[in-house]
Nanobody, 123 residues
């Protein structure tokens, strides 16, 4: 499966962004999806994940209450709505797909990756 992330940009603290990740190739609904991010000088970290059907969702503590992950299997797309952004959210955001049945938190558990989209939050 090929993944194409989009929707990043520059936003002021307190603002919102909606990231999208469009998938092509094998059946999108066969993959659980995740959003991970990597800030400058830091390791890649988990942000959110959603199951194949969309019924199961999990978030990093830093994302709870501010980020919402969703998917539209008819459109082969997963989304990350990010609200109340702050400078610590500045990072390259990656969407990723895994053939695992469960929700995956570790980068190594994902099989396919998008190219990343830059999110910059100005304070």
């Amino acid at each position: 499966v090929q993944l194409q992330a989009s929707g990043g940009g520059l936003v002021q603290a307190g603002g919102s962004l909606r990231l999208s990740c469009a998938a092509s190739g094998r059946a999108f609904s066969s993959y659980a999806m995740g959003w991970l991010r990597q800030a400058p000088g830091k390791e890649r970290e988990f942000a959110a994940a959603i199951s194949r059907s969309g019924r199961s969702i999990t978030y990093a503590d830093s994302a709870k209450g501010r980020f919402t992950i969703s998917r539209d299997n008819a459109k082969n797309t997963v989304y990350l709505q990010m609200n109340s952004l702050n400078a610590e959210d500045t990072a390259v955001y990656y969407c990723a797909a895994t053939a695992d049945y469960g929700l995956v938190y570790e980068s190594a558990g994902y099989d396919y990756w998008g190219q990343g989209t830059q999110v910059t939050v100005s304070s």
